[in-house]
C-alpha cells in the first residue's frame, strides 16, 4: 500500500479476505516541554511529575497504551492495555511491546534514583519470555527494581505479569548513568 493513500483509499486497495479495516488514534504532546520539566527536578520528581500529569507523558507512552501508576525510590509500576493493535503474524501480542515494557520500567526504577541533572539510557537488556500474552491475558502490570545504584552504571530488573498475576516476562538491564545539560 502507498503511504500517500488516505486510510479510506488504503481500505480499498486491499484483499476483501483482510476483512473490515480497525484503527486506533494515538495523541502526544510536545516532549521536549516534557524533557524541560525534567530537567528541573530529580528523577523521582520527575517521575512523580508524570504520574500526577503535572508534566505530560512521553509519546511512548499512549502509543504503547502504558501508564505509570506507582513510584517509589528504586521502584516504578506501570500498567499496559494489550488489544490486537500489537498482535504479530502468529496471533499473539508482540515481544517486542513486552521488551519496552521490560526496558521502560527498568529505566524509570533507575530515573527514580537520579538527582537533577542526571541521565541514564540502556546499554544491555535481557529479556526472558515465560508465556504468550494475547488480549485475554488482561491489562499487564510491570514492576521494576533497582538492584545496584551507581554513578557511572546502575542495574535493574523489571517483571511483567498478566491480570491474573502470572509471570509472562522477565529482565535485567544495565543503564549508563550521565550529565545531562539544559
Known sequence: MSTDLTPAEAAADVPESWGEPR????????????????LER????TLEALRDGLLA???IVPLM??????????RVEFSCLVDE????????????LVCTLLDTVAGCAVHS???????????????????????????LRAVGRVVK????VAFAEGEVFDAAGRSVATASSSLLVFPVEG
Open 65 to 74: 497504551q502504558m501508564d505509570l501508576i506507582a513510584v517509589e525510590t528504586g
Open 42 to 45: 530529580s528523577g523521582l520528581e
Open 113 to 139: 534514583t537520579l538527582p537533577r541533572g542526571t541521565g541514564y539510557t540502556s546499554i544491555e537488556l535481557k529479556v526472558t519470555y515465560l508465556r504468550a500474552v494475547t488480549a485475554a491475558s488482561g491489562p
Open 85 to 96: 493493535s500489537v498482535y504479530n503474524p502468529i496471533g499473539v501480542v508482540h515481544g517486542g
Open 57 to 59: 507523558p512521553p509519546p
Open 149 to 152: 545504584p551507581g554513578r557511572r
Open 23 to 38: 484503527s486506533r488514534t494515538v495523541t502526544w504532546y510536545d516532549p521536549l516541554r516534557t524533557a524541560a520539566g525534567g
